[in-house]
């Protein structure tokens, strides 16, 4: 399952970048998440990734995680490609 994760960064954590990023991939490669982007922001959130994952509970375990090392925060969303889309609206129709 694709989600979309939504970050904030902790002060005592943005010059540290480097050890967060090694420590976050380690983590989420322990827990068979795949990264496929990673992009930092301006605004609201300090970055945006697009994750894959095997389950809610491995999105859930690595935003747990996360605030448990003080990185900051997360909000994951689960993101459904046009095909999951066009089955899900056909289905709500009937």
Known sequence: MKYVLLGTLDAAWAGKQADRVKKAEAKLKE???KIDG???TQGRFDFVDLLDAPDAEAMLSFSIWYAAQGFGRLESL?????????AATKKAAK
């Open 38 to 40: 990673i992009h930092y």
């Open 31 to 33: 827990l068979g998440i």
């Open 78 to 86: 689960p993101a459904f490609d046009p095909k999951m889309f066009e």
